[in-house]
């Protein structure tokens, strides 16, 4: 599921280490491919059956994000297109699921539809 694979990113993040070794469903390989084009994983490749992931870092070895994971089984917290607006007019970033897949805030407010929030993200 995405918030294990949320969980253990968030762990190397405050562990402030650069390498994540995992193996990864297919939900979570394009979920991946978000993070890698927002640029906040740096590369992949696949080795043994698991993925080798590395995460992104600014200046000295401190990792160049922050986020907070909202994806909770128990508690999702949905977006309607009226709030994502005004989100993206104070220049925030969000990752939600909707029913097209995983986007980005400002891709959701072009196709002109709302989603569950997965992700909070800050530098």
Do not use: C, Q
């Not at 309607?80 to 990752?95: A, E, G, Q, T």
């Amino acid at each position: 599921m995405i918030f294990n694979f949320l969980n253990k990113i968030k762990t190397h993040n405050l562990a402030k280490k650069k390498i994540l070794i995992t193996k990864i469903n297919k939900n979570e390989i394009i979920f991946m491919k978000k993070l890698i084009k927002i640029n906040l994983i740096k590369f992949v490749f696949k080795k043994n059956n698991k993925y080798v992931i590395i995460l992104n870092t600014f200046k000295k070895n401190n990792l160049i994000f922050n986020f907070k994971n909202f994806l909770k089984p128990s508690n999702m917290k949905i977006m309607k297109l009226k709030n994502l607006i005004r989100i993206n007019k104070k220049n925030k970033f969000f990752i939600l699921s909707s029913n097209k897949g995983i986007l980005t805030n400002y891709e959701l407010e072009k196709r002109g539809d709302g989603g569950i929030i997965i992700m909070y993200l800050w530098s």
